[in-house]
């Protein structure tokens, strides 16, 4: 079932596909309205699992997928590699307000970058790729650099393949194609900025926008979040037009996370699409007046919307695995750099047993007077130099 409004309660159980710290951040934000949560994940004593129930299986576990439906109330995802198969049992055994198509779409990139289109939202110039002719050809006439991507499955980075001359396409042909998938050529655009735009929608059809935020990645994973984003406001205003019309001719419930290049000229490209929380809006958790886990709690329940008006001027800086350890030193001593900035770092940790080099561990949101403090607090902490 999907579609149809439906209010679902505070006291009712949501079932969350995926128990990562999403999830985590999901059921911190609905456990205050009044839900219980249930998560299915592989990893026991998950993200998710340390804050809900937890049914440990395989995503692709009907059984389990099955049990998740019985026992919830309505369901939703913090993921979007959410198998086929499973997605469509559940929207027919349970309530999934999200639907599956939304899913459908985004699971692939040729698939979302024509749904972008059909949304009036420019896309980076793109061909579809099937042989080396036909990536030598669209090289040709989409011109160099470009980006060879895989259309399924890569993230953070993965599965890319940037093209600067000629001589590199065979290499990276044998390498893409090995991969599978389908591929996709994508023209490079040279981009001032890299922006973020998180709208919400409830199945009643009602849609609000977080502030844009301005991304900075450091080894293709998300580094620092900036916002306000340093852009013109005639940028913004068109960046959260983009996001808006997405969402409705999409037809999202829930949020949607939007990825823009921004050029010199100003001009918008739509990079991303992602259905689901974005870890671009963690910010949203003390600097707005309602944070992205309680608006997207609120759409799947068909409540009203929060209002999502920045609070404050605010940097999110990510914490990996390798930044753990000067996090703990850090979090043990008091912080002048901090009081004599006028900053207050607000630090949310995911409760990973595994500081693995690169991983996601948690996140420091840094509200500040203006971002240039808050920048110069993430400077001088020293957390960031390894
Ligand atoms: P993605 O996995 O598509 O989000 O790409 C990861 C990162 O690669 C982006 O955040 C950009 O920094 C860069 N990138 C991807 N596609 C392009 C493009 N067409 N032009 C320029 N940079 C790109």
Redesign the pocket.
């Known amino acids: 079932m999907s579609g149809e409004n439906k209010l679902i309660p505070p006291g009712s159980t949501i079932g969350v596909l995926g128990g990562g710290q999403l999830g985590r951040m999901l059921a911190h934000a609905g456990n205050r309205l009044g839900y219980r949560f249930v998560t299915l994940d592989p990893t026991p004593d998950s993200p998710c699992g340390q804050t809900a129930s937890q049914i440990v299986a395989n995503y692709d576990d009907k059984e389990a997928a099955r049990e998740l439906a019985e026992r919830s109330d309505v369901i939703t995802y913090e993921f979007e590699n959410v198998d086929a198969g499973v997605a469509a049992m559940l929207e027919s055994e349970s309530y999934v307000p999200q639907g599956s198509a939304l899913l459908y779409t985004t699971q692939h990139r040729l698939r979302e970058k024509k749904a972008v289109e059909a949304a009036g939202v420019k896309v ?1 110039p793109y061909a579809e790729i099937v042989s080396l002719e036909s990536l030598r050809a669209s090289a040709t006439n989409l011109g160099l650099p470009a ?1 060879l ?1 895989t259309a399924t499955g ?4 993965k599965g ?1 393949w940037v093209l600067r001359t000629e001589r590199e396409l065979e290499a990276a042909w044998t390498e893409a194609s090995q991969t599978g998938t389908e591929l996709v050529l ?4 040279a ?1 001032d900025k ?1 922006i973020s735009v998180i709208a919400a929608r409830s199945p009643s059809g009602e849609v609000r926008t977080f502030a844009p935020a301005e991304n900075i ?1 450091v080894n ?1 994973i998300l580094h620092l979040s900036i916002v306000p984003a340093r852009i013109a406001e005639s940028v913004r205003g068109e960046a959260v037009k983009l996001a808006v019309s997405i969402a409705e001719t999409l037809g999202v419930v829930g949020l949607i996370a939007v ?1 823009l ?1 921004v050029t010199p000229d100003g001009d918008l490209y739509v ?2 699409l992602a259905p689901r929380p974005h870890n671009s809006g963690h910010y949203t958790m003390e600097a707005s007046k309602t944070s992205q886990f309680e608006q997207h709690i609120r759409a799947v329940c068909d409540l009203p919307l929060g209002d999502p008006a920045l609070l404050t001027p605010v940097v999110m800086v990510n914490v990996l695995g390798e930044h753990m350890q000067p996090v703990l030193e850090w979090m043990a001593r008091k912080d002048t750099a901090a009081e004599r900035l006028g900053v207050e770092p607000k630090v949310h940790l995911y409760g990973k047993a595994e500081a693995k080099h690169k991983r996601k561990m948690g996140h420091i949101n840094v509200l500040a007077p203006s971002v240039e403090a808050a920048l110069k607090w993430v400077d001088e902490t020293n957390i960031w130099r390894v």
């Open positions: 980076a980006v991507k890569g993230y953070d980075g890319q994508e023209k490079f655009i981009f890299e990645h293709n990825e290049f990079n991303e």
